[in-house]
């Protein structure tokens, strides 16, 4: 499976900010998605990143709040706009391929917001 | 409402004796069936998965049980060892081929002691 590296791996932000989170694979991927976690919560999916247009959102999430980007096959971003406290999860950007129903993950990026 | 559910938050296991943690789903259109092992500020590793059309997946240490008609599957971890000591994610796809988007349980801590 590929090698997936997001960055920041952890972050403190003030309320009212955006965050950006970069995901890079090592190799191109069909598929890359965004999942959140909240504390004590199961991941959810976020979006799937399409490359070169518009995310598609899950129920529950908007292009406003969390904008992506996927220029290539091998790196996305995710921003988290606007912040509030409440937006304090683990943010993970993972893989999959076509063909294939497994998802393979980055390390998470752990944000506070305070 | 939560379409696939892990009821024990917490498990804790002898090692060398067997693990066994279980997951509770809703729809019936669900086909795969996977465990994702994750460890603290690591993001979720793949572990093992089941297609709807099997009852059983083995695996090593590691095996998956699917009983279609209770809705329910199982990851029994045969003998268990401290380094299995991690947070379990049972995740199911919609269809065939989901390429990654996934959705998952809230997890079940275990806790292997020596």
């Known amino acids: 499976s590929a090698v997936i590296s997001q960055k920041p791996s952890r972050d403190i932000c003030q309320r009212g900010t955006s965050l950006t989170i970069q995901c890079q694979v090592d190799?191109?991927?069909?598929?890359m998605f965004w999942y959140r976690q909240q504390p004590g919560q199961s991941l959810t999916l976020i979006a799937t990143a399409n490359q070169g247009s518009e995310a598609t959102y899950e129920s529950g999430f908007v292009i406003d709040k969390f904008p992506i980007s996927r220029p290539n096959l091998t790196f996305s971003t995710l921003t988290v706009s606007n912040m509030s406290p409440e937006d304090s999860s683990i943010y993970l950007c993972s893989v999959g391929y076509r063909g294939g129903a497994e998802a393979f993950f980055g390390q998470g990026t752990r944000l506070t917001v305070v | 409402d939560q379409q696939v559910k892990q009821n024990s938050p917490s498990l804790s296991v002898q090692e060398g004796r067997i693990s066994i943690l279980n997951c509770d789903y809703t729809n019936s259109m669900f086909d795969y069936f996977l465990w994702y092992k994750k460890y603290p500020a690591e993001g979720p590793t793949f572990l093992i998965s089941i297609s709807s059309i099997k009852d059983k997946n083995e695996d090593g240490r590691f095996t998956v049980f699917l009983n279609k008609s209770a809705k329910h599957l199982s990851l029994h971890i045969v003998p268990s060892q401290p380094g299995d000591s991690a947070v379990y994610f049972c995740a199911a796809s919609g269809y065939g081929g989901s390429q990654g988007n996934l959705i998952f349980g809230k997890g079940t801590k275990l806790s292997v002691k020596p």
């Open positions: 190799s191109q991927v069909t598929m």
